[in-house]
């Protein structure tokens, strides 16, 4: 996730039902999307979402009020969604929030996901960078974007000016920061991995930052080995941080990872810009305000700080929808900027990914991420979207766990990962 993120059908309003038993049953799929509507483009069009947190969930009814549709959304959590998409995505929704690059080519390459180029002829403000991570091998388009945002290390400038703290910008400054934040009894890493995924994150900066965009980019395409002496540097750095996070990290959600920064427990967190939907945007929106965000630091100066990772999110459809008039028409909204500018009014966290998105309304940290990316030299997905899908969640989620579990074993680790890739085919 990368990786983040009600019931009965309301006309032009949003709604949800049992998704995630829908999901793992696949007869009961089958009975209740084989209900939702017909060909006519009138009728009910479903939307299997994974917008599951409070803020997220209503910024995404938000967007689909803009349209004048029929929708039912059908929400379920995040972890579960993604974790069981291969099942559901057998007998889905007309229309599925999911994400670009890689982790929608997959699935357009096995034909389970519909072709919608004739949506992108009407989506007017969309790049060809855009365009480009929607589309699938065969140059065709299967997804819409909706917004992206970067993985950054968060913090609290209240905190930072009150203790007289630098932003780091080499790995040196960092562990010494972390220190000092030792020293001064905060917790210097927030850090979660529930679920699995949060922690490909780090992998990623780490791996970036060592050894570069395009050996990450050829490991996450199979084409190195994860016994690879440069991997185990990646290991090993990170090993160096590791007696700075708070403990327990398997075991940890994002949500609460993020609270420990937002009640000064920890001092600075490696997640996406989503981590402020954990707050109230208007009870809570100076604790908002104080949350800043820096680019990963510096460790081979070869690769400087040139890559970023910023996922894209937006929706695919069905390869055979109950609704296909309807579910093209549902994503041709999505992809437009009423629809974007209407999410961003319930959160600021994102960046909306059409060209007309209201920018006079971004606040500090949306305007930063622009540059961040905009000014970036490689864009990475995030490794659950830059790799075969299974291969991510099956495998490396797993490594990634057991060696945040007990760093000693990261050989073995590695052996089993290389081992385990072999029965894996990538583009």
């Known amino acids: 996730m990368d990786g983040k993120h009600s019931r009965g059908p309301v006309r032009g309003r949003s709604a949800r039902r049992g998704f995630a038993r829908r999901a793992l049953v ?66 889905p929704d007309d229309v599925m929030a999911w994400f670009a690059g890689y982790r929608m080519r997959a699935f357009a390459s096995r034909g389970v996901v519909g072709e919608i180029s004739d949506v992108w002829e009407n989506l007017d403000g969309m790049s060809e960078g855009f365009r480009s991570a929607s589309s699938g091998l065969d140059g065709e388009q299967y997804f819409v974007p909706l917004y992206y945002y970067p993985w950054a290390v968060h913090y609290r400038v209240s905190v930072f000016e009150e203790n007289g703290y630098e932003v780091p910008t080499t790995w040196d400054e960092l562990l010494a920061l972390a220190e000092q934040m030792e020293s001064d009894g905060i917790t210097p890493f927030a850090a979660a991995n529930d679920g699995r995924w949060p922690q490909m994150g780090m992998f990623d900066m780490i791996n970036m930052r060592v050894n570069g965009y395009d050996f990450h980019v050829s490991l996450m395409g199979g084409n190195e080995s994860w016994e690879d002496p440069r991997v185990k540097d990646v290991f090993a750095r990170w090993e160096e941080i590791l007696p700075y996070y708070q403990p327990d990290v398997n075991g940890r959600t994002w949500q609460d990872a993020a609270t420990a920064i937002g009640n000064g427990e920890a001092g600075m967190y490696l997640i996406g810009t989503f981590m402020v939907d954990n707050f109230d945007p208007e009870a809570q929106a100076d604790l908002i305000a104080d949350i800043d965000f820096f680019a990963f630091p510096e460790i081979n100066p070869e690769h400087g700080q040139d890559a970023v990772e910023a996922p894209i999110d937006g929706f695919m459809m069905a390869a055979d929808p109950a609704n296909e008039e309807g579910a093209k028409a549902l994503l041709e909204c999505l992809g437009s900027a009423d629809a974007i500018n209407a999410y961003l009014a319930v959160t600021p966290s994102v960046v909306g990914a059409h060209a007309d998105t209201d920018t006079s309304v971004y606040n500090d940290m949306q305007r930063k991420s622009a540059e961040l990316v905009g000014n970036a030299k490689y864009i990475s997905q995030f490794l659950d979207r830059d790799t075969d899908p299974d291969f991510a969640s099956s495998v490396v989620g797993v490594a990634l766990a057991d060696f945040l579990a007990d760093p000693g074993q990261i050989d073995s680790i590695l052996a089993t990962v290389e081992s385990q890739k072999q029965t894996y085919t990538f583009e």
Do not use: K, M, W
């Open 26 to 91: 696949l007869g009961t799929v089958a009975a209740l999307v084989a209900a939702c509507g017909s060909d006519d483009g009138g009728g009910t069009i479903t939307l299997g979402s994974n917008y599951s947190d409070e803020v997220p969930r209503a910024a995404l009814a938000a967007a689909v009020d803009t349209c004048d549709l029929d929708v039912e959304i059908n929400t379920v959590d995040h972890n579960t969604y993604q974790e069981n998409f291969n099942t559901y995505v057998q007998q």
